[in-house]
């Protein structure tokens, strides 16, 4: 069965330190890969999709990159944070051929 | 590109009531219709989703309708129970690019 994996759950960061948030799936092969950020009581805001290895689409600009190493590995990074990067992330895949998004458990960022 | 609009943002009922949470897309090309559940501090999870080949789904307490014509669709929860408070989107896909777009969620609140 396919599972997805994201960590780590929660995080503490200064301002202006870096950020590396990793997901990976298991159980599936060349699978889309999201990214999601999630601010208190709103929405999924669409950070970052791949569909395919070194293969990153961004939806909006901002402080954050994204990229994808091996086929099954997603990874959410920043240089310098910002207090605005706090938020709740999420990673998601979809199967090629099948329209079902899976999530992973999350991770709360608060930037100090 | 997709457009999903989802109300109400907030909703409050009373245990026993019924609840629905509507949704209407742009893209008259989507085919593909999930509803997700987000409970406090866990990512989204699946719980279901029509395609536009049926115009409704039951699975015990929740259904979902859907008006390829008019471009909404909505799910209902019969005999609301205090464990169904959580935050629901509705998502949008067509076969072609796979990727989901979201509503913008319905924090349903259940009161005993």
């Known amino acids: 069965s396919q599972t997805i994996h994201q960590w780590p759950a929660t995080l503490v960061q200064p301002v202006g330190s ?3 948030l990793e997901c990976t799936v298991e ?29 990153i689409s961004s939806e909006v600009p ?35 051929a099948n329209t079902e998004a ?10 100090v | 590109g997709e457009n999903v609009e989802q109300h109400p943002s907030t909703l409050s009922v009373q245990e026993g009531d ?6 209407t897309y742009s893209d008259s090309a989507s085919n593909y219709f999930p509803w997700y559940k987000q409970e406090l501090g866990k990512g989204p ?13 039951k699975d015990q307490r929740i259904a979902v309708t859907l008006n390829k014509t008019a471009k909404h669709f909505s799910l209902h929860i019969t005999e609301t129970q205090p464990e169904d408070s ?8 067509d076969n072609a690019g796979n990727m989901l777009t979201f509503g913008g969620g319905t924090r349903l609140m259940v009161k005993p």
């Open chain 1, 18 to 20: 870096p950020l590396s």
């Open chain 1, 27 to 55: 159980g599936t092969s060349n699978p889309n890969l999201y990214w999601y950020r999630q601010a208190a009581g709103r929405g999924l805001q669409l950070l970052f999709y791949s569909v395919g290895i070194g293969q």
């Open chain 1, 62 to 96: 901002q402080n954050l990159s994204a990229s994808r190493p091996q086929d099954r590995q997603f990874i959410l990074s920043s240089k310098k944070l910002l207090l605005s990067d706090s938020g709740f992330y999420l990673c998601a895949w979809e199967g090629q």
């Open chain 1, 102 to 111: 899976f999530f992973g458990q999350g991770t709360r960022l608060t930037v």
């Open chain 2, 18 to 23: 019924s609840a629905v949470i509507k949704c």
């Open chain 2, 45 to 57: 999870q699946l719980i279901i989703d029509i395609r536009s080949n049926v115009g409704e789904k």
């Open chain 2, 86 to 93: 959580a935050v629901y989107f509705c998502a949008a896909s």
